[in-house]
């Protein structure tokens, strides 16, 4: 382009509307230096610079020097070059040097980075340049090596801190945020040879986007989850929606196999959902006007294929960095409960005081990612955010005192502001800010360097020095500010002038050494009740030994890898308290939150196995007989009524592990088995009796009693079958086994518990907080694969041929065997989400391949302390008949606090 054009708001521009009062300059070629340097400057500051505060005295100049408007303007901005540059820095504290710092106003600003690698894969608007950072640690803290931004957005600081070799912290909120982050630094830490790889690949990517997308179904969660969030709100046209459904199914399949180009092409989409969408970025996120959509409406697919296009440039030009930033936290509130991070500096900026809903802004994303499924996780993420906007506004979240100087403000607001949150607003942000800078003391080395970029505001005529009210409440916490550097300025919408500014504070005190660790008198009552365990192993003891100890439901389906029901009781009794609430992110067929709601506690389980996931969910809930004789009546006259196409058969023959499908059902069998499959791929369980039925169905599917639909095999695995070919009518034993499964009886103590689909190494839902206890066991390093344990049932669940070679490649069974760091956002996730006196406790399995105690303890270390680390012999364990049960020697108790 020829030209580059930068507007000036003149209040008296001659223009209809208020939003047509702009003078808009050209810049030619030979312009470039002159608009490099002002593009960044707000309307404000450009007529400070070329001295005419109306448009009319401008024209008045103009015309006595017989100039053009526009000419005029370029002569004053070339004359005051040097001006421009200078008025960056304009204030220093009295008594203290002036050091001649100087940042450049455009650098602040996301503009200022927009063109550069990484940045402009998404445009995230609340952010600086990465210059900006550079000259921050070059004029400020030269010295530090390791740093922090606990409000990191989109990765500027930490990714320039690892570019210039140093080592750095994060914490981000956003989801989104965060997996934009991620996908940056794994572009940074692989060597070059992978990432022309990743480019190539890229490419190819985007030629075959649109033909992958047409081979693949809509993802039918994610549309149930858009109706569950967004009601009848219409986002996209009709095309693009579909499109979007069948990205999430295209980016699922991909990241099995290709998991680093799942992550890049699910980069390009999220960065194309809002230009493809009916809704438009100014300011906050809202629907485009007529003329808008006209004007900025994108084409979804070739958005997508610029993008590839664009982020394969940018990977064949990076320099790799060595070290790759940590994100500690998401929340920084939580920072205090982390182990103390010695840290050199602290460069952020937090959320602008100025009303802008961070998470609604970025909602369509956030569907995307499968991190919004209700209504309510909106709100979740709001109640954990810094109290920003009025939305963010909540009685909890007023807690802490209140300094004079935020009191006054506050009185004011009460008095004048047009909606009664705006106060409670300003006393919850400082609140927020108090939480979050007295986590960071602990972290801090002697004369560590806390940079802070923010900007002050105003609501209804009150100005909200943000600056002045943020110096007040860190030093009220010991911290020195040592400068205040202007960085740009602007005009309210009112007129009222306003500025961001970077403030520099030291602690005045140098801070005591942290010390992690709690002595054994501290421990909340678990200590006492670990030991007795240890002691006693009351698991193995007396009834707690027999193979059927426990509640009949734990039997409602056979399940390779089952915790003993009487070591969960045991392990559950231990550490979780009777009304508390407990999480198992590896829950399987839900022995351990089954155990947990027998014993009065909220429970949440997690797992990514369709067959587990439905078991667990009929544990977990009473279920409702007449719902599932409804269903027993839909299903039998589903069977009556179909007939098996031949494309079935076709590919049931396809599934062959231990012996072909087909060969273990006799043919009238095989067929009531395929028709129900289908009548449950259709109709999908959507309730805990539903989920019953289902799951009494998986577990007659196959066994060695007469109970079982197969020849004679073995009711855990699917070994070979044997026996001659029987037919064995379906609708008779599912309905003896779901009848069985009724009469059950609950103690009164029992509280209904929930099952999620969800992968533990992902994140979590926003309901799922101030836990008590984490009890899990996680795939052992050398156990059988369940997923071939598991083979038949998957299959019934919907998994075709392709599916059992591609979908195990993202369970953690397989992905721990390349790194334990898979577990790092599980245990990141835990230590936010527990309560502080919470515990995680992890079962695990010791091999001579693998001290799995060990090498989690590890991983663990940036997040919690080890308590104890306790093995058990496994001789007391049953085989069940299967004689490959892994190379497990030892049982292990890893306990995390």
């Not at 070059?81 to 504290?93: C, D, G, K, P, T």
């Not at 690892?162 to 912290?169: I, P």
């Not at 579909?242 to 990241?255: E, K």
């Not at 999908?684 to 799951?695: C, G």
Request: aromatic letters at 10%; proline letters at 6%.
């Amino acid at each position: 382009m020829s030209q580059k054009f930068k507007t000036i708001y003149f209040a008296d521009y001659p223009a209809e509307s208020s939003r047509q009062k702009n003078l808009t300059l050209a810049f030619g070629v030979k312009d470039d230096d002159i608009y490099n340097l002002v593009q960044g400057l707000s309307s404000h500051e450009l007529r400070e610079m070329i001295g005419h505060p109306t448009f009319a005295s401008l024209q008045q100049a103009a015309e006595q020097e017989a100039l053009a408007v526009n000419t005029y303007c370029l002569r004053l901005l070339r004359q005051k070059h040097r001006a421009i540059r200078e008025s960056a820095v304009q204030y220093h504290l009295p008594g203290l040097p002036n050091d001649g710092i100087i940042f450049e106003p455009i650098q602040t600003t996301f503009k200022g980075g927009q063109a550069e690698p990484l940045h402009r894969w998404y445009p995230f608007l609340e952010g600086y340049s990465p210059r900006f950072v550079e000259e921050i640690l070059r004029q400020l803290a030269p010295d530090a090596v390791r740093i922090l931004d606990p409000f990191s957005g989109a990765g500027t600081t930490p990714l320039t801190i690892a570019r210039l070799g140093r080592e750095g912290f994060y914490c981000e909120l956003n989801p989104l945020l965060q997996y934009l982050t991620d996908a940056k630094l794994t572009a940074l830490t692989s060597p070059e040879s992978a990432r022309r790889q990743i480019a190539n690949s890229l490419r190819q990517q985007a030629t075959e986007f649109e033909r992958q997308l047409a081979e693949v179904e809509r993802d039918t969660g994610l549309e149930q989850a858009y109706d569950q969030v967004f009601g009848d709100s219409v986002f996209f046209d009709d095309r693009t929606y579909d499109q979007v459904l069948r990205a999430r199914s295209l980016i699922d399949r991909l990241a099995c196999t290709e998991p680093q180009i799942a992550k890049f092409l699910t980069v390009a989409v999220l960065a194309s959902l809002l230009p493809a969408s009916r809704l438009i970025r100014r300011g906050d996120v809202r629907y485009k006007t007529e003329e808008e959509n006209k004007k900025h409406h994108a084409e979804f697919v070739p958005t997508i294929q610029d993008q590839l296009a664009l982020m394969a440039g940018d990977l064949e030009q990076l320099t790799p960095i060595g070290n790759r930033p940590a994100l500690v936290c998401e929340n920084a509130r939580n920072l205090d409960q982390v182990p103390p991070l010695e840290l050199d500096a602290v460069i952020t900026s937090p959320p602008y005081l100025n009303g802008t809903n961070y998470f609604r802004n970025t909602k369509i994303e956030l569907w995307f990612l499968r991190c919004l499924h209700s209504t309510e996780d909106l709100a979740g993420f709001r109640n954990k955010a810094i109290t920003a906007g009025i939305n963010d506004v909540t009685v909890g979240k007023l807690n802490g005192g209140r300094d004079t100087a935020t009191r006054e403000i506050v009185t004011r607001l009460e008095a004048t502001a047009y909606d009664p949150r705006i106060p409670r607003m300003v006393a919850s942000y400082f609140a927020d800010m108090k939480a979050v800078f007295g986590g960071i003391k602990k972290h801090l080395r002697h004369g560590a360097v806390v940079a802070v970029d923010i900007g002050d505001s105003q609501y209804s005529n009150v100005h909200v020095p943000t600056d002045k009210l943020l110096t007040a409440v860190l030093e009220a916490q010991g911290y020195t500010l040592e400068r205040e550097i202007t960085l740009r300025k602007r005009m309210s919408r009112n007129g009222l002038p306003l500025r961001q500014v970077l403030l520099v504070f030291r602690l005045a005190l140098p801070v005591q050494p942290a010390v992690h660790e709690k002595q054994p008198s501290l421990f909340p009552s678990w200590h006492t009740s670990w030991a007795s365990f240890k002691e006693e192993l009351p698991h193995q003891q007396g009834d707690f030994a027999r193979r059927n100890w426990g509640h009949p439901l734990h039997s409602l389906c056979s399940y390779q890898g089952k915790m003993k029901p009487s070591l969960a009781a045991h392990l559950v009794k231990t550490f979780a308290p009777t009304g508390g609430t407990l999480l198992d992110p590896f829950a399987g067929v839900g022995t351990i939150p089954f155990e947990t709601a027998l014993q009065g506690a909220k429970s949440w389980a997690f797992d990514i196995s369709p067959a587990a996931l439905h078991i667990a969910v009929a544990k977990l809930s009473q279920p409702d007989a007449a719902a599932c004789k409804q269903l027993l009546n839909s299903l039998a006259e589903f069977l009556q009524g179909e007939r098996v196409a031949d494309e079935e058969l076709t590919a049931a023959r396809t599934i062959h592990f231990n012996g072909p499908l087909p060969d273990y059902f006799e043919q009238g069998t095989f067929r009531e088995i395929l028709l129900a499959r289908r009548y449950f791929c259709m109709h999908p369980p959507a309730t805990p009796s539903e989920s019953l039925v289902f799951a009494a169905l998986l577990h007659i599917l196959h066994g060695n009693r007469p109970y079982a639909l197969s020849r004679r095999s073995h009711p855990i695995t699917p070994f070979a079958p044997t026996g001659e070919f029987e037919y064995r009518p379906l609708m008779p034993r599912l309905c003896d086994k779901v009848e069985r499964s009724l009469a059950v009886t609950y103690p009164k103590e029992f509280v209904a518990g929930q099952a999620v689909f969800q992968d533990a190494t992902s994140w979590w839902p926003q309901q799922v907080d101030q836990l008590d206890a984490i009890i899990t066991s996680p795939p052992f390093f050398d156990s059988t694969r369940f997923y071939l344990a598991n083979w038949m049932r998957l299959w019934f669940c919907g998994w075709e041929a392709a599916d059992f070679r591609i979908r195990p490649l993202a369970f953690v069974d397989e992905r721990q065997k390349t790194t334990f760091e898979i577990y790092e956002p599980i245990f990141r996730q835990g230590r936010e989400r527990l309560k502080r006196s919470g515990v995680m406790v992890l079962h695990l399995g010791k091999s001579r391949k693998c001290d799995m105690a060990q090498a989690l303890a590890r991983v663990a270390s940036r997040w919690f302390c080890v308590a104890d680390i306790f093995s058990e012999n496994v001789e007391h364990c049953e085989s069940h008949g299967i004689r490959d049960k892994g190379t497990v020697e030892e049982h292990q108790y890893l306990v995390l606090y």
